[in-house]
């Protein structure tokens, strides 16, 4: 694959390949955009991709996506993302993470990391012996995820408010898929707010945590897309709106916590046709980030919690911008990004 025309067609400022024999580190860094400040973004460890060009393609999308989240939720920060595949059989993982710090420190500051899909606030921990350029850490912030959350269900208070005139999810019925970290703190949100949950992981001991502590239904994964609800929450790994699933749903709107929900961009349009409004993914699963970045500036709970809880007027916003122009939402969220970064 011939990456230059792609990064520079898209914009990114750089993409990065790091290696280290001795642990086995193999891992990208994708660096969007520093315009507003250093780029930010978690860091994904998987055990394997179907090919090269397949995380390259992972890596620079993540990064763009964080670009558009930071600059649409105020901060001062650009977007990247970084991914580590992790060795096959039995490896050290500090020693591993250990390497990663020092990769991340190459890049002089251009790039913070944090906790992303597969990594913990103690991989932070090994990251931050090489480097400070790392968030999330066990002795700050901790686990983004439920802040990450109570973003997401305040974005979904502020589509309810759209669909139904009343930001209340009490007795609406939310179909979730993935109950881990994030899924499993945004059905705790759904269940202090009343709301009714249908949920499915590939982990059943997740699944059973949520049955026990929330009172939802269980699925499988195949099933929960076909359920009859008001608002499915993709809260698993990207591309779960795609041409086989998007047929299936039955559901008034889509907002979750994953990151690049749509497998492709005309998964959004082919939404709008069958009247299913989504909340773009970046637009109200920013609160992690959110929490993130305010560890860099000096870390306050209430704060990152009352940051995150703004989510709701940016999604009432630019539904209400989608109404009136006829533009679909996440057209208005890539406007007010621009906006935001021409500004600076």
């Not at 990064?7 to 086995?24: A, M, N, P, R, V």
């Not at 996506?65 to 993982?93: C, E, H, Q, W």
């Not at 940051?307 to 007027?313: N, T």
Request: include cysteine.
């Amino acid at each position: 694959m011939d990456y230059f025309p792609r990064l520079i067609e898209g914009g990114y400022e750089g993409l990065h390949f790091l290696s280290d024999q001795k642990t086995g580190l193999r891992a990208l860094i994708g660096i969007h955009s520093t315009k507003l400040g250093p780029a930010l973004g978690g860091t994904r460890a998987l055990t394997t991709y179907d090919s090269e060009t397949a995380a390259v393609t992972d890596v620079i999308r993540l990064s763009r996506g964080m670009t558009y989240k930071a600059a649409l939720a105020g901060l001062k920060l650009g977007g990247g993302k970084s991914v580590i595949v992790l060795p096959k059989g039995n490896f050290d993982r500090g020693a591993l993470f250990e390497a990663f710090g020092r990769a991340v420190e190459s890049l002089k500051g251009r790039y913070i990391c944090a906790e992303d899909s597969g990594t913990s606030p103690s991989d932070m921990d090994f990251i931050l012996k090489h480097t400070r350029h790392v968030v999330g850490l066990q002795s700050k912030s901790g686990d983004p995820s439920p802040v990450t959350a109570y973003g997401v269900v305040r974005g979904m208070e502020a589509m309810a408010k759209h669909l139904w005139g009343k930001a209340d999810l009490a007795g609406r019925k939310v179909t979730i898929l993935g109950v881990g970290h994030v899924g499993y703190a945004l059905a705790g949100e759904l269940h202090k707010r009343g709301a009714k949950m249908v949920v499915a992981d590939v982990n059943p001991q997740a699944v059973q945590r949520a049955v026990k502590e929330f009172g939802c239904s269980a699925v499988s994964d195949a099933e929960l897309v076909t359920q009859e609800a008001d608002i499915f929450a993709p809260c698993a790994l990207g591309g779960g709106i795609n041409d086989f699933t998007l047929p299936l749903l039955r559901v008034k709107a889509v907002a979750g916590a994953a990151n690049n929900q749509l497998a492709e961009p005309r998964h959004g349009e082919a939404l709008a046709k069958r009247g299913i409004l989504y909340a773009p993914d970046y637009a109200i699963n920013s609160g992690g980030l959110i929490n993130c970045a305010l560890e860099v500036l000096g870390y306050d709970r209430k704060e990152a919690l009352e940051r995150a809880g703004k989510i709701f007027d940016t999604i009432d916003e630019l539904l209400r911008r989608s109404k009136e122009s006829g533009q679909r939402p996440e057209a208005v969220a890539d406007t007010m990004v621009e906006e935001r970064l021409a500004h600076g």
